[in-house]
Structure formats: C-alpha cells, structure tokens
C-alpha cells in the first residue's frame, strides 16, 4: 500500500456553474458530458488509478443528479456524499465536508478541472516539507481567466494575484491541493467563503507551498473551454499514468 492510502480525496462539485448553463442547463456541471461520459467519471478515474480508497463528493446545485449517477462506488472507490443545503462556496463547502474525513490528509479537486499529475509525488513533497497545504501550480500561457500565485525558491507561496489582475504567461492554481486535514479548521466561518479569496491567502506563511506540474490542463468554466473538452482527453499525455502505476 502506498502513502495514498492514508489520503481521502474530496471532490467539490457544488457549483452553479453560471457561465456554462448556455451549453449545459440541464445538469450541474460536473456532470456535463464530454465524449460520451461525464466530466466528473474523468476526476474519479485519476483517483481509481491509485491506492486512494474513499472520495467524498461535495455536492450543492443538483446533488440529486449526482448522487444519481454516481452512486457509492466507483471502479473500486468508496463514494461518500457532503451536501450544501445553501450555497457556502468553496471554502465553506470543504469546512463542512471535514466531518466525512477521517484519516489525517485529504486531496482536494475541483470537480470542473482536470490536470495531469502524480499524486504520489505531490503527497511526498507534503510531507517533506510538513506543510499545511501543498496547492499544484500549473504554468499557463495567458493567466487572464484565472488568479495567479507567487512563490519563492523554496516554493512556499508568498502570493496571490486575483484573477484579471495580470494577462501574460504565470503560475496558476490548478485546484487541486494536498492538505493535513486538521488545516481545514483554519477556514473562516464566513458564508459564502472562498478557498481561493478568503483561506489560501490567510495561510501564507502558515505551511501553504506550491508544487509545479508540467501535465495538460483544462477546466470546463466556459462553453469556449468546454468545447476543448473533447479534443483534450482524445490527447492525453500517458506518462502521468505511468508515473503511478
């Protein structure tokens, strides 16, 4: 067994996803399908294929058709539900999932983005350094639809730019993020709470380190990305699968 083990993952898939109800009405967004499949089974398969044995989906905005389709298990995960019964944002929703953890790490994904990495080499990095947070940074050659981080030689975090504020090539939150569970009594109780604007900048200098992954990255935020969708996953780097198995 390796370290994952020892790791829940939480997926956050509440959102409303305003901007892609144009090409999606009908279904949260997670659940918007690409190349036959819903978007989530493409988060779920990168869990599958390492030694991590729960996932905890925070849902919101139809839970029922998540829960739905998804059901309690998936390709050898154990599949647990955290619900929002209001919208709580990011930052709340992973608040109130802390009561379905158990173990000491959690793997936090956003449900709406896919980025290739190892998560045996992030979860090392973690522990190397024992931090709070490690968040993966992705390299992007235009930053505009997205806030930026800043990180220092020893790639703790020292920064973070909200989104709009810089439009050339940078280091992006790819939303994903290796945590000590204990880290998420640190979120503010404030409703709605960002993970993005309320926590992660109250933890620099609190053990909130970036770990960089060269892997393809897309999130499904708007119909333009969603139409990427397709064509992205029909071209996936294998290494990364390689790396892990």
Do not use: W
């Amino acid at each position: 067994m390796s370290d994952l083990s020892r790791v829940t993952a939480v997926i956050l898939a509440g959102g409303l996803g305003t901007r892609l109800q144009k090409a999606v009405s009908d279904q949260p967004k997670v659940m918007a399908e690409v190349n036959g499949k819903p978007f989530l089974y493409y988060v779920l398969d990168q869990l599958a294929e390492v030694d991590i044995k729960r996932v905890v989906i925070s849902t919101g905005y139809m839970a029922d058709k998540i829960e739905k389709v998804i059901g309690f298990s998936y390709k050898g995960l154990k599949v647990d539900y955290s619900r929002e019964e209001r919208p709580l944002g990011t930052g709340g929703a992973l608040k109130l999932s802390e009561q379905s953890i158990s173990t000491k790490y959690c793997l936090v994904m956003n449900g709406d983005s896919y980025t290739e990495f190892d998560p045996v080499s992030l979860f090392r990095s973690h522990k190397q350094k024992n931090a709070s947070i490690v968040l993966l940074a992705k390299m992007v050659p235009s930053t505009s639809r997205f806030g930026t981080i800043q990180m220092n030689e020893q790639n703790e975090i020292i920064r973070f730019m909200e989104k709009g504020s810089s439009t050339g090539i940078g280091l992006i939150n790819a939303g994903i993020y290796i945590m000590k569970t204990s880290a998420l009594q640190n979120i503010p109780e404030k409703i709605p709470c960002s993970l993005e604007y309320d926590f992660f900048p109250f933890m620099i200098g609190k053990g909130i380190y970036g770990y960089e992954t060269e892997g393809k990255f897309i999130d499904i935020g708007t119909s333009e990305s969603y139409a990427n969708a397709s064509i992205f996953f029909e071209q996936l780097d294998s290494k990364y699968l390689n790396i892990i198995n």
